[in-house]
């Protein structure tokens, strides 16, 4: 497993901490993601989530962080070094993103039964697009975008196998695909705001 990255860049009303193992004594709240999984433990991601009063918000005693705080346990994808592993803020401040072994999970902190576990297994590539309040999730053959309350978009196939982001600017987000029918490189081009492939310009 490739090892845990920490991407807060977008704000967020949470604090959490990526434990190198489950805790002897478990909070009162935890949580399993998926739910069906079996065996979860096994290799599992283990996050203990903290979520704070945002500013503005009335805090109630139950709100305490001692009262509010859970272990998120997050089933293992792929022991591959290429699958990540770590955890991401997102558009939605009230939502936290973890990634164990190319599994994606957005898991609300305010309700934490509440969550998506996104259906690339696995992503490849998880990139804050901050100017697009977006996070694009790299798998094979596509990009998926997860906006402030749900999926952006998605786009078309960019890939046979293998998709590599080049960089994002200018609401932009360029990149190279492998075709098998040319068994070569290609460039793409994707329009951030909705997912749409456009000329790539070379250079």
Same mark, same amino acid.
């Given at each position: 497993m490739s090892t845990p990255v920490v991407d807060f860049s977008f704000p967020r009303h949470w604090q959490a901490e990526i434990l190198a193992a489950r805790p002897a004594i478990l909070p009162a709240r935890r949580y399993i993601y998926p739910r069906q999984a079996e065996e979860v433990e096994r290799g599992a991601l283990e996050v203990l989530i903290r979520p704070d009063t945002a500013p503005g918000r009335e805090h109630r005693p139950e709100q305490s962080p001692g009262a509010q705080q859970f272990l998120a346990t997050c089933a293992l994808g792929f022991r591959d070094p290429a699958a990540p592993t770590g955890i991401w803020s997102t558009p939605n401040p009230e939502e936290i993103c973890a990634v164990s072994g190319g599994y994606a999970y957005l898991i609300d902190t305010t309700a934490p039964e509440r969550f998506t576990m996104l259906p690339y297994r696995p992503v490849l590539e998880v990139l804050p697009a901050v100017v697009g309040r977006l996070l694009l999730f790299v798998g094979h053959r596509s990009i998926l975008a %997860?906006?402030? /309350?749900?999926?952006? %978009? =998605? @786009?078309?196939?960019? @890939?046979? =196998?293998?998709? /590599?982001i080049i960089g994002i600017e200018g609401g932009i987000v360029r990149g190279t695909g492998w075709e098998m029918r040319t068994d070569r490189e290609s460039a793409f081009a994707v329009n951030l705001q909705n997912g749409q492939r456009i000329p790539a310009i070379p250079g």
């Open positions: %997860w906006g402030a /309350t749900a999926q952006a %978009w =998605e @786009s078309e196939k960019l @890939s046979d =196998e293998g998709v /590599t």
